[in-house]
């Protein structure tokens, strides 16, 4: 019911900022919770930010709190995340994904858009 697809990844310096889109199919996700996680090269997938799309409340990853901020546009059904003062270790593919809001698990997902900070 729900198709994701990331955007915006890219090659930058570090410092330097990013912005990713996440274009979300479907009626309505008044009732969804959006985030979007990472996996760096041969580490483990990791949550990066959330938001429940009807309040707009958010949750950080310490290692982003302060940098990066997850927000939505209810007109175009689209999901970002500003990164900014990236750091090296920020280097991943970035997925987004989706889940019924009572739900644990996040069930949608987009294709990934890889994200390179140089040093």
């Known amino acids: 019911q729900v198709q994701l697809v990331e955007s915006g990844g890219g090659l930058v310096q570090a410092g330097g900022s990013l912005r990713l889109t996440c274009a979300a199919s479907?009626?309505?996700?008044?009732?969804?919770?959006m985030a979007w996680f990472r996996q760096g090269p041969g580490r483990e997938r990791e949550p990066v930010a959330h938001i429940r799309w009807s309040s707009g409340n958010t949750y950080y990853a310490d290692s982003v709190k302060g940098r990066f901020t997850i927000s939505r546009d209810n007109a175009k059904n689209t999901v970002y995340l500003q990164m900014n003062l990236l750091k090296p270790e920020d280097t991943a593919v970035y997925y987004c994904?989706?889940?019924?809001?009572?739900?644990?698990?996040?069930?949608?997902w987009g294709q990934g858009t890889q994200v390179t900070v140089s040093s």
């Open positions: 479907g009626r309505t996700f008044d009732s969804y919770d």
């Open positions: 994904a989706a889940k019924w809001q009572t739900s644990l698990k996040y069930d949608y």
